[in-house]
C-alpha cells in the first residue's frame, strides 16, 4: 500500500515516550524518499501519455488522469510524513537546550542525525548570543522560586566550581546551600538533587 | 493546515475505509490486489486508506461506505455498556476517525453516537479512575488513543495538584535523562 512505509516511520516515533527519541531512522528515511520518487517518475509518465493521446491535461478525467492523481496524492502524503518526522525530532532537540544546556548530552548524541546536531549547536548559539544581548539566563529559574537558596545533595563529584556568591567544593554526597539559580543547572544534568526543607 | 506536522492526525488518517471506485485508474494496480493489468477498474471495490479516500471522494472518484467500526453492531455494544466495548482494536482514533469521516459518507447519525459512546465512557472509566481511592489503572486495552490521552492528561493533573497541596522537591532531573543510572 502507498505510503505505508512513511506512517510506519511515525508510528516508531510514536512508541516513544513524550519528549524521547530513538535512533535517525537513516534506512526507512532514505527508502520513503525512493518510493517518492518512483511516485514521480509514474506521475510523468501518466501525464506524458495524456498529452501524447492529443487530450488537454488541464480538463482529461479519464483512468490516465486518476492514476495520475492517485501517485500525486501519494507522494505528498509521504512528503507530509517525512516533514513531520523530522519537524517532531527537532521540537525535541531544540527542547533539550532549554532543559540540560548547551551540550548535547552522551546518549542523545548518538541518536541525532548530523543536520540535527547542528540544529542544536546554531539554536544553543543564537539563544546565547541573545542571552548576553539582554544579559540576562533565560534557561533558569524555570519555576518561579519561593526562596532564593535551596539545599541540594551532590549526587556526582563534581570537584571545586565558581558559583555567583560562592565557590564550594561539590564533593558526592555534600549537602550545600546554593542559589537556586546555580543548582538548577546541575539538577537537571542530573548531579544534584533537591532536598525538600 | 494547522495540524501538517501532528503525528497522531497523520496516523489516524492512515485507517482504512473501503470504497468503490466510480472511474478507472491506470497505473495504480496495487491498491486492487486482486487487478489482473496494473490498474483499478470503475466499480472495483477497494480497502483505501482515508488520506487517499477523502481526496479521491473530492474528485468524486470513489464512493465511501461507513467503515466497520461505525456499523450497527458497534452501535448495539455500546448501547448496551459503553465502558466495556473494546474500541482500540475497532479504531485507535475512534472519535477523531469519526469526525472525518461522517461528512464523506453522509451518515447524520454518526455525530450523536460519538457523543453519546463519549459521554458513557468518559463517565464511567475516565473520572472513576481518578476519584477512586486506590491507583486502578482503566483497563487500558479497551481505551482509545485520545481517551488515554484523556486520562493521563488528568492523572499528570491531579499528581501535580497533590504535590503542589504536600509541597516538596519542584526541580527534576531533565526527563530525557532519567535512564541513566547515577555513576558509581
Known amino acids: 500500500?502507498?505510503?505505508r512505509r512513511a506512517s510506519q516511520l511515525l508510528k516508531d516515533f510514536s512508541a516513544n515516550e513524550p519528549g524521547q527519541i530513538s535512533a535517525f531512522d537513516t534506512e526507512n528515511f532514505d527508502q520513503v524518499i525512493k518510493e517518492c520518487d518512483a511516485h514521480h517518475l509514474e506521475l510523468q509518465a501518466l501525464m506524458r501519455k495524456i498529452q501524447e493521446e492529443g487530450l488537454d491535461i488541464q480538463t482529461t478525467r479519464n483512468a490516465d488522469h486518476y492514476g495520475a492523481v492517485i501517485h500525486h496524492l501519494a507522494l505528498i502524503r509521504?512528503?507530509?510524513?517525512?516533514?513531520a518526522y523530522v519537524y517532531n525530532r527537532a521540537e525535541i532537540i531544540q527542547s533539550l537546550r532549554w532543559k540540560v544546556g548547551p551540550v548535547l548530552p552522551e546518549e542523545v548524541q548518538e541518536k541525532a542525525s548530523y543536520s540535527e546536531e547542528e540544529y542544536f549547536k546554531n539554536?544553543?548559539?543564537a539563544l546565547e548570543s541573545y542571552m548576553s544581548e539582554v544579559e540576562l539566563d533565560l534557561t533558569v529559574d524555570m519555576v518561579p522560586p519561593k526562596d532564593p537558596y535551596t539545599k541540594v545533595r551532590v549526587l556526582d563529584d563534581i570537584g571545586d566550581v565558581f558559583l555567583s556568591d560562592q565557590s564550594p567544593n561539590l564533593a558526592r554526597h555534600s549537602i550545600h546551600f546554593l542559589r537556586r539559580t546555580d543548582a538548577e543547572q546541575f539538577i537537571s544534568q542530573g548531579l544534584m538533587e533537591e532536598l525538600s526543607s | 493546515m494547522a495540524r501538517y506536522f501532528d503525528i497522531d492526525d497523520i496516523i489516524m488518517e492512515d485507517e482504512l475505509i473501503s470504497v468503490v471506485y466510480q472511474v478507472g485508474a491506470n497505473g495504480v494496480g496495487l491498491l486492487d490486489p486482486g487487478a489482473e493489468r496494473n490498474c483499478v477498474e470503475q466499480g472495483a471495490k477497494v480497502e483505501l486508506p482515508f488520506?487517499?479516500?477523502?481526496?479521491?471522494?473530492?474528485?468524486?472518484?470513489v464512493v465511501v461506505s461507513a467503515p466497520p467500526c461505525f456499523n450497527q453492531k458497534t452501535r448495539k455494544e455500546i448501547q448496551a455498556d459503553a465502558a466495556f466495548v473494546d474500541l482500540r482494536s475497532r479504531c485507535p482514533y475512534?472519535?477523531?476517525?469519526?469526525?472525518?469521516?461522517a461528512p464523506l459518507i453522509g451518515d447524520r447519525t454518526i455525530g450523536s453516537?460519538?457523543?453519546?459512546?463519549?459521554?458513557?465512557?468518559?463517565?464511567?472509566?475516565?473520572?472513576?479512575?481518578h476519584s477512586s481511592a486506590f491507583i486502578s489503572t482503566p483497563k487500558s486495552t479497551l481505551l482509545t488513543k485520545e481517551e488515554t490521552q484523556l486520562y493521563e492528561a488528568a492523572r499528570s493533573s491531579m499528581a501535580a495538584f497533590k504535590k503542589w497541596r504536600v509541597g516538596g522537591p519542584r526541580f527534576e532531573r531533565a526527563s530525557i535523562l532519567r535512564k541513566r543510572k547515577p555513576t558509581d
Open chain 1, 1 to 3: 500500500m502507498y505510503g
Open chain 1, 78 to 83: 509521504n512528503k507530509r510524513c517525512l516533514m
Open chain 1, 123 to 125: 539554536h544553543s548559539a
Open chain 2, 51 to 61: 488520506w487517499l479516500a477523502h481526496e479521491l471522494h473530492m474528485r468524486q472518484a
Open chain 2, 94 to 101: 475512534f472519535y477523531e476517525f469519526g469526525c472525518k469521516v
Open chain 2, 113 to 129: 453516537f460519538l457523543l453519546y459512546a463519549f459521554t458513557g465512557r468518559y463517565k464511567e472509566v475516565l473520572s472513576k479512575a
